[in-house]
């Protein structure tokens, strides 16, 4: 018998057959005699298509209004999913995430939660009813309605479970878990049975797919044990948690790959101090996220940097930037690089294992592939290189730290 | 300079162009310095799609999260008009019933209206906003959403006006006004410029097809001014309020029909007290509205006694009571007419004018037309006869009033 919250994204609850496939998974965890929390997003279709009756209104609608509007699509699962327990015979009451208690702050479309009254939740869980919260949205201390953002409803399962004290939080996904490479590109991949937030975490690129980041930090910040497993299958997925002693027997919990990445280098830039901090400066003013940086060794008094960004947001560089670049930086020439992608080597084993970077060098070299950038972190090592050798190298690097089979 | 309550119907809202119109016409009337509060319902075909949703979860989906459901498509419309006033450059915002202050009984899709706590309009309108309120639905002083049933937007925009004390509550919809007589039955049949709320609730039937009796009766007690008028032509309507005394000049306001009767006739009843009481019991029981009574004088200790109910409610009479009505009530014989109408003649005039009855039914017998049931009001005389003679009396009856043409 435990406290729990159940989290089903919108494919999960995408049609009245796979909400009454819901609905069952949840009486039959309520049968056993746990105390039931259920987050569920909206039905996947609508919130695009409530956003398209938004653009044939106006071109350019309020945040708050946006959220008025959408805040209806898991308002409606709540209810559908409700009713499929109640004709299961299953005692179930639904809230919105603000008759949940869920407080934000008023920056409408990504709201940050500020607290959780669950007196309205702990109170119908003592009548042994199944709570199903709407995901994604809460109400400002003003009443009025907001929503969280990409992955929102993630964030409201770990936000509950933390208010809650659960003692777990089950994201439903349209994946068995977290694997120890893309399975789609490592035929032998892995599911891993738990990694800690921090492998997660630097995961993101892998992880992205299965759970945002914001979500992962919140569950580590508020020690809430996470499980990522399939709404399709019954089987158990992955537990995402503090970091253990065992753990560490583990060099490596998996290989990722990103393939949004583009990198941009600029050639001959004066080495002066100062000339690195304007050219982030320029894009920090565009609200450019950098990944990674690397700057060689000066010659002649000039030196070459090169930066990666998200694919996206080259056009801004390119448009906006390109030529403030040349004259305030200082840069003789951009040299603009999408055929490059990045691949991740992760585990917290690597700070007692030494040897692992020289390993991965080792084994891309002996397959011919040739490494662009590199950026460490105690438990990362990042490798940039060309896009086409990238799915090679992440079956190298898996096979390479026996990631495969069981 | 007026403080203006407005609701817009379903279909007035019904596609983001008819959204576009509707903002347009409200942002018209603030533009003239009135301070506007504006109801709106559900897109059309929006409830019938959640209901349909439903349908598929569960056979008997609980009343609270049907109007937990169901109240998402008024929220979606307020979003939207909001978003098109904003896009029109009119300061509008969005509130639920609940945002709206609307407080109501616990009765699930009927509820009633119980209090409403304006502060937050009030607020909005100081800030020279628009406000635009979800119709249909409020919240219980235990946080739950709550829908108020049929003809459910007009009670929240009646109500509405009641508590702002607006100057003037206008019901926009398809129909032009309330008519002298239905325009497709009498091709001469006139607009009314104003009428009464007891005319307006006689000619419920009539009226039902603009507003249902129960918002009339509101808007009665409060003493709120209505109009109804049309969303699609920019022309005066129809103003329902109190009676004046002008309004005594005209004789009659119009004339109904009703083809949705059926007569029930008991033959041969023991013409003894408590027969009738007996039967009217069992009917309401079975919650079925009586609309006419007639029984005729009593011949040899017998009597036959007549009434009508809407059609819907035969089969309950015909499946679940007609053995108990022969024998608990004592009826020979029972007869079951569908191919009736109930045709009125309306107006408070009739107080200060005498012979209308007369030149009614002298008008009815001039055409040959017999009149099978009789009843009367103060200021309504009702008449059930054959329903292939409806459309004709009521050609004639307006004819005979002088009802047509400017």
């Known amino acids: 018998m435990a406290r729990m919250v159940q989290k089903y994204g919108g494919t999960s609850v995408g049609s009245p057959e796979r909400i009454l496939n819901v609905a069952r998974r949840i009486k039959s965890c309520h049968d056993d005699g746990n105390e039931m929390v ?11 298509q409530l956003l398209g009756l938004a653009a044939q209104v106006t071109e350019n609608p309020s945040e708050r209004e946006i959220d008025m509007l959408l805040a209806t699509g898991e308002q409606q699962s709540v209810a559908l999913t409700a009713m499929a327990l109640h004709g299961l015979g299953c005692p179930a009451i639904s809230f919105t995430g603000a008759q949940a208690g869920i407080e934000t702050d008023g920056v409408h479309s990504k709201a940050r939660i500020r607290n959780i009254t669950p007196d309205r ?3 119908s869980l003592k009548d042994r009813q199944v709570v199903i919260v709407a995901g994604f949205q809460g109400r400002t201390n003003e009443d009025n309605i907001t929503t969280l953002g990409r992955g929102g409803s993630d964030l409201t399962a770990v936000a509950l479970a933390a208010a809650l ?13 977290v694997y120890t490479a893309d399975p789609r590109i490592v035929p032998d991949a892995r599911k891993v049975d738990s990694i800690s937030f921090d492998e997660m975490l630097e995961l993101a690129s892998m992880g992205a797919k299965v759970m945002q980041s914001r979500s992962i930090e919140f569950a580590k910040k508020f020690g809430v044990v996470l499980e990522v497993r399939s709404s399709l299958k019954d089987v158990p997925g992955t537990i995402i948690k503090e970091e253990t002693e065992d753990m560490e027997d583990v060099v490596i919990r998996g290989v990722s790959v990103d393939k949004n990445e583009a990198k941009v280098t600029l050639l001959r830039l004066p080495d002066e101090p100062g000339r690195a901090a304007a050219l ?4 920090s003013e565009q609200a450019i996220n950098v990944d ?4 060689n060794v000066s010659e002649n008094g000039l030196a070459n940097l090169s930066f990666t960004v998200p694919q996206v947001e080259l056009g801004k560089i390119r448009n906006r930037l390109a030529k403030r670049i040349r004259e305030e930086v200082g840069a003789e020439e951009m040299l603009f690089d999408q055929e490059i992608a990045k691949v991740s080597v ?6 007692s ?13 002996d397959a011919g592939i040739n490494i662009e950038m590199i950026s460490t972190s105690e438990i990362k090592i990042s490798l940039v290189l060309r896009l086409k050798d990238a799915d090679e190298a992440v079956r190298i690097l898996h096979a390479n730290f026996n990631l495969g089979g069981q």
């Open 38 to 48: 259920v987050v569920v997003s909206a039905m996947s279709g609508i919130t695009d």
């Open 121 to 123: 939740i702990e109170k």
């Open 165 to 177: 004290k659960a003692d777990l939080c089950q994201i439903y996904t349209d994946v068995e878990g």
């Open 280 to 283: 982030f400066n320029l894009l």
């Open 292 to 295: 990674m940086i690397i700057q």
């Open 346 to 351: 992760v585990g917290i084993g690597m700070r």
């Open 353 to 365: 294992h030494s040897g692992v970077a020289a390993s991965t060098f080792k084994a891309l070299a």
